[in-house]
């Protein structure tokens, strides 16, 4: 999970987070880390780039990008599927 | 009616001045610039490594000419105004967004792909509502935006006005911002021959 809150931290752009201080259960969204519309999808692009996953259901998305455990977990779902 | 020029920036890429004094110098230069000016000037609004560079240019500008002002509690955030200029548009991230085409097309690239956007910038980080209005022209025109600027204020359209110029090409910049208002100031009468004489003025020095 480091290495993707790395990769987070670097997408989006969020220069003055430290990836370490991001919280595996830490909402990403509005009360979270404040991300917004425009972070969702850079997350998507993301998930393709790095891990060649498409995010099949866009309706998925709040549920898959939630938490750092969240994307985790997605990935780790669709990588193996 | 006159209108009076009550503090003015330049940023060059290497320092920003308000009122022809040096406020920030850098030890870089190009984009890299910007976010240690951001840094030195103590700002806190992590929004600012969101955005492109022409964006950040138009935010430390402002933040420069404002410092120590809210406009929105001394103003109707709808009687502040917004009118600059830029030579390059968004051209800067234009291109890195066409370049980004060749991978995945990046959104937070692609939503800095119009020039006044940095004026929604400014209007989100001050709380600004007036009008507002980004020109691009090859060179800067004083004639023109003054006259511009004149006539929102005569009309009572606006009481204040940021006005100015933000340019950004693949590393250089540069930066001319005039807060305009209609309470007499020491720094002269806002016309064509008072922008053009402080706009050069930094670019001699």
């Known amino acids: 999970m480091q290495t993707l809150k790395g990769q987070i931290v670097e997408q989006l752009n969020l220069q003055h987070i430290k990836p370490e201080d991001i919280g595996d259960d830490q909402p990403l969204f509005i009360e979270g880390l404040g991300l917004d519309s425009i972070d969702a999808l850079e997350l998507i692009v993301l998930l393709q780039q790095k891990y060649g996953i498409k995010l099949a259901n866009p309706s998925e998305g709040p549920t898959v990008f939630k938490t750092v455990r969240s994307i985790a977990e997605y990935i780790t779902a669709h990588k193996a599927a | ?205």
């Not at chain 2, 022809?20 to 890299?32: C, H, I, K, R, V």
């Open chain 2, 1 to 205: 009616m006159q209108h009076y020029i009550t503090r003015y920036v330049h940023i060059d890429g290497r320092a920003i001045y308000v009122d022809g004094t040096l406020l920030y110098g850098g030890e870089t230069t190009d984009a890299e610039f910007l976010t240690e000016a951001y840094k030195g000037m103590g700002l806190d609004y992590p929004k600012f490594y969101k955005m492109d560079p022409l964006s950040r240019l138009a935010i430390l500008a402002t933040e420069a000419l404002l410092r120590g002002r809210r406009l929105t509690q001394e103003y109707k955030p709808e009687d502040v105004a917004v009118i600059i200029s830029c030579a390059h548009s968004s051209l800067d991230t234009d291109l890195r967004y066409q370049q980004s085409m060749a991978t995945a097309p990046s959104p937070s690239l692609f939503v800095y792909t119009l020039p006044n956007v940095m004026i929604g910038e400014i209007c989100i980080r001050q709380g600004i509502k007036g009008e507002n209005t980004c020109f691009v022209s090859d060179s800067f025109d004083p004639d023109f935006q003054a006259d511009y600027v004149n006539g929102l204020l005569t009309g009572n359209r606006a009481e204040v006005c940021i006005s100015g110029r933000a340019d950004y090409l693949r590393g250089e910049m540069n930066a001319f911002f005039m807060l305009v208002e209609k309470i007499p100031a020491s720094l002269g009468e806002y016309n064509s021959q008072t922008t053009k004489q402080l706009y050069e003025r930094q670019w001699k020095n």
